[in-house]
């Protein structure tokens, strides 16, 4: 059975041991590159991305549905404002065809190694929706990809599968890449 927790002082060292077992999550990414320069640069070392993360977690500004089995963090669901994840994926057909930003952004999941498969991002989608409800609710935005008709590696779905965000009740808004839509939902 499965249950949420944010992401915060408290759960950082969660968080970090499952980021730390499973490689620093893509090379070393540390789920820093939506937040942009204010985590750390591209070049930069998964040492200084770690730092920047838990600096960030500790000041408040790094939000994500943690998803526990047991006392085990086994995955995650990174949420937060356009301000504070200032980059998306395809960002250019994003902002070519926005009207106006989000209160909130979905950007990125992670299932740790023996999970994928399992429902752990449907769970944290489900927790950041909660958490996102406790923040003030609002629109949120994310930019899964539509698998529909093709084969993904559940690895490379870090933004999410556009049917799983479909099943929780967002809707379509645009196609911004050829396989990555923005979805939105009003959470109040």
Request: charged letters at 25%; hydrophobic letters at 35%; a positive charge.
């Amino acid at each position: 059975m499965y249950e949420t927790r944010a992401l915060d002082e408290t759960t950082w060292t969660d968080f970090a041991h499952l980021v730390e077992v499973n490689n620093g999550v893509w090379g070393g990414c540390w789920c820093t590159w939506y937040h942009g320069k204010d985590a750390s640069a591209d070049g930069d070392s998964p040492a200084l991305k770690r730092k920047a993360k838990e600096c960030l977690v500790r000041q408040g500004r790094a939000h994500a549905s943690l998803v526990f089995e047991g006392e085990d963090c086994v995955g995650w669901c990174q949420f937060g404002s356009p301000e504070e994840l200032p980059r998306i994926h395809n960002q250019r057909a994003y902002l070519a065809t926005a009207s106006m930003l989000p209160d909130w952004r979905i950007t990125c999941f992670f299932s740790g190694k023996g999970h994928r498969g399992n429902g752990v991002a449907s769970v944290a989608l489900e927790g950041a929706i909660e958490q996102i409800k406790t923040l003030g609710g609002g629109c949120v935005e994310a930019f899964p990809e539509n698998t529909e008709g093709r084969k993904v590696s559940a690895a490379f779905l870090f933004n999410g599968a556009l049917s799983m965000f479909e099943r929780h009740g967002f809707k379509r808004s645009r196609q911004i890449g050829k396989h990555r839509w923005v979805v939105t939902k009003t959470v109040t």
